[in-house]
C-alpha cells in the first residue's frame, strides 16, 4: 500500500540493491511511485528502479541511459550530494 506521508510517500519496505539500505519512503515528487519509476539511495546515491511490488531492483543499461539524462534524477542526486555534504560539515 503506498500512503501520502508528510512530504513524501510512504511505501513497503524494501531494500537497495546496492547496499542493503532500507527504504519505506520515497520523496521528491507529486505522484505516488509508480513500477519502473526511478529512485535513488539516500545512502549510496546509488540508481534504484521499482519493481511492480515498489520494491528495489538494480536498473537495466538503457535505464542508465535514461537516467543520465533525466534533469530531474540529475537534480535530485545533485540535492542528495549536497545534504550529506552539509550533514558531514555538521550544518544540519
Ligand atoms: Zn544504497
Known sequence: MVERGFEDWLIPQGYCW???QGMNRASGHPEPPRPGDFTLCF???S?????????????????????????TVQRMRRAMIEAK?????GES
Open 18 to 20: 546496492q547496499c542493503g
Open 43 to 45: 545512502s549510496c546515491l
Open 47 to 71: 540508481l534504484n528502479v521499482f519493481t511492480p511490488f515498489l520494491s528495489f531492483r538494480k536498473p537495466m543499461l538503457a535505464e542508465y541511459e535514461l537516467a543520465l539524462k533525466d534533469r
Open 85 to 89: 555534504e552539509a550533514v558531514a560539515r
